[in-house]
């Protein structure tokens, strides 16, 4: 599952083969060359440089939420058109400047895109996608559109998503052919051009893919690191533990921890498939090189009694895969091979083979984990999912099966005794990481969601962490974590469970350039931050409120729904909300919360699933600690990450309007710095003469209006009484900036009840750019919008002057409120 299309590409096969876990960690770097963040394909091929600060990039996202603030978020696509073409087309995204579409997302029919018919997407006035959606999303165009940067209703239990980045200098438009219901487009603005190139489709990116496919295996980041002391031995309940202490300058590179005292959680959803009489399977699997030995586990159905197969791994026998007699159903097993080193030294890859023999029925599988015997440790170095529900993985791996006489999904429980559970799900929640940079805290976070699972030991493997649910498995996380002169790495027991054994590895790379990367502000810190309680009825649930600058990467998230009958999972109706810097309207406003975690449809009615950047690892229903109905997922905004300078706040509902009870808990990822970039230097009130006054306000062909509504989000309830402007001709004023200008940026609050208002905007008679604003909501009328300036237009000026001037066949360019914020840093 996640080492590359082993058979479909030679070239994507070596690069991923070539390094697996274990043999390369990361050298992060401290700068990358513009202010954006990383550009087209750097998204992913410069994972080291996620610490970077993104101050020239405002993260956005369109959407079919529903504007009236209830729940009709695309059920029958009242809100999934910004404006239909000539031709009945739905233009679900358009934007006029340079930036980026990183993430789409879309659902309906349970996860089918075929009635969705064609999708377009323009980029510069070039097409550079047009065809039918379901085939975009199943990988049939060949690279870069195949998974993981493509998924289909299979991948990702219920929705179809493009995860690869498409840069663009001037404008970007998205049509479908057909109003597709629900739907996001995440993108970002960029302030100018500089270092930005159209995203050209015909480069494939098969690094890329071959990175991706090995998510959750090996350190995405490359390169290589020291190892600190390894820390193991009992960790006493009620007692902490310094685990690792690092000196100088540098980066934490890679974090593993083994705890043999937690088990896994026994309930799974997998699926499989069979084969009998004359049948058999074939997949590639990846190895280390440097292995003493391989082992291969698989899981099966036990309820078919007497299954054998033939095992065959490069051709030569090695052993049997063997059930043994009949068991009721409900349960699973595992069986595994270890394979001498005889077979497997200095390979990359394995080719294996099961041929049937015998069978009361046939023989099934649903999943093969692979480890690799690296001085006496068993690592995980690939993983090959079976079934209808993992077409992507399937291709990836090269699987054939001969002699199909059964395929479909199973929601089984391994015979893991209650008390064991309840110990280790005691022990995830209540064992504490903290680790400290340059004396402040950084991380503290529950282990088990910190790693990408708060319900319990659930197999996940993101690409950033993974947890392996071997008895014998690794906890490891890759998130790169700098420090200036010293990080602690400290568990603290608080679970109320004696630990008689506990491992941790810490990886570091020794970098002076750090230091001043975090003193200058180039890069922030890591943090891994927690927020847990009880929802509050017609309240968001809050995963991270901070001030200061910094970068958000995404979060783990545990739900514990407390509806007893009914709809138990109603609470999967929230949709998410993201405000950025002080602004009163989202730039990110969600259709639901699996919506979110980049599935649909109640992840398909509780159909597990992992991808890179999004998964459900984790459902449990009455029974394991949950008590109605439970939910564990994770989202990682790798692309669209949300990039802030003076503030944030990232919400989520707990049902369509704050109504469904829960106890939610999460970790977020990000990277800050508590000094803000990002100052108000002046406020224009376009209602107050006064204030039109001192700031030389000017306009042609305006009206003046009063006008009572909300912002949309969590005010939607709370009425604004102010006094518009609307006018058809140039609007002109002066306004003051900070010292020290590094850029600036305008937000107007104005009523978008008329919507694709459009103005070209210059400052002290250069142009600027073009402010299109193409958002319609007559409900909640006011919108707080904005535009980047450039460093080059405001740098050193204590004051400038805007003009902007409708363009013709705009409605009338409406605005309540001028602010002025200046980028300091």
Known sequence: MRFGSLLASTLISALVLSTVTGVAHAAPQVASATDKGPIGWQVYRQLDQLATMRPGAVSRQFSSFDRTGGNDDGFVGTYSCLRTTGTGGCVLAERTGPGQIDSLWFTRDFGSMTNNGRIKIELDGQVVLDHLLEEVVDGKLGAPWVWPLVGNGEDTSGAGVIRV???????????????????????RDFADADGVRTFDPADQALDVIAKLRAYGIRDPKGGSAAKAPVSSGALAAGQSKNVATLAGSGWVSQLRVKIPQVVA????????????????????????????????????????????????????????????????????????????????????ALTVVNEYVASDLDVNEFRYSVHSNVSGDWRRTDVMDVGPNHPGDEQAHGYTVRGLNWQGYRVFRYPVPAAEVTRSDAVLSGVRLVISFDGKPGVDAP????????????????????????????????????????????????????????????????????????????????RATRSAGNTVPGQDFTFLQTTGRGVYYGVTHSMRGAIPNGNMRLYLEGDERVYVDGAATPTIYGTGTEDFYESGWYFRDGITYTMPLAGNPAWELNGDGCTHDCTGAYRLMIGEAVSFSANLRFDIQHGPVNDAPANYSSTSYWYGQSQPALVESDVLDVADDASRAAHGYQSTGETRRTLQSTFEGKDDKVTVSDGVASATGAVEFTMKMAPGSAGARILRMNDQNEPFQQASVSVDGAPAGTWFQPLKNTSSRWLEDSFELPESLVAGKSSVTVRIVPQTGSPAWSAARYRMLTKTG
């Open 265 to 348: 959680s026994p309930r799974v959803g997998d699926d499989g498939r069979a084969f009998s009489v004359g049948g058999s399977s074939t997949f590639k699997v990846a190895i280390d090189p440097a292995n003493s030995g391989v082992r291969i586990t698989r899981r099966y159905d036990p309820q078919v009694g007497n299954q054998r197969a033939r095992v065959l791994v490069d051709g030569t026998q090695v052993g049997f895969w063997e059930s043994g007699p009949h068991i009721p159903p409900g349960e699973w097993r595992d069986q595994t091979i270890t394979i001498p080193s005889a077979l497997t030294a200095g390979k990359s």
């Open 165 to 187: 980045p498409m840069p663009y200098r001037e404008s970007m438009r998205v049509t479908m052919q057909v109003n597709p219901l629900f739907y996001h487009v995440g993108y």
């Open 447 to 526: 282990l088990g969601e910190f790693f990408g699972s708060g319900l319990g030991e659930y197999d996940t493997l993101t690409l950033m962490s993974s947890i392996d649910t071997a008895p014998d498995g690794w906890y490891t996380s890759w998130w790169p974590m700098p420090y200036a002169r010293n990080a602690t790495v400290t568990l603290v027991n608080e679970s109320g469970v004696a630990l008689s054994d506990v491992t941790v590895e810490t990886d570091h790379v020794p970098d002076p350039a750090v230091a001043s990367a975090l003193q200058s502000g180039r890069i922030g810190y890591f």
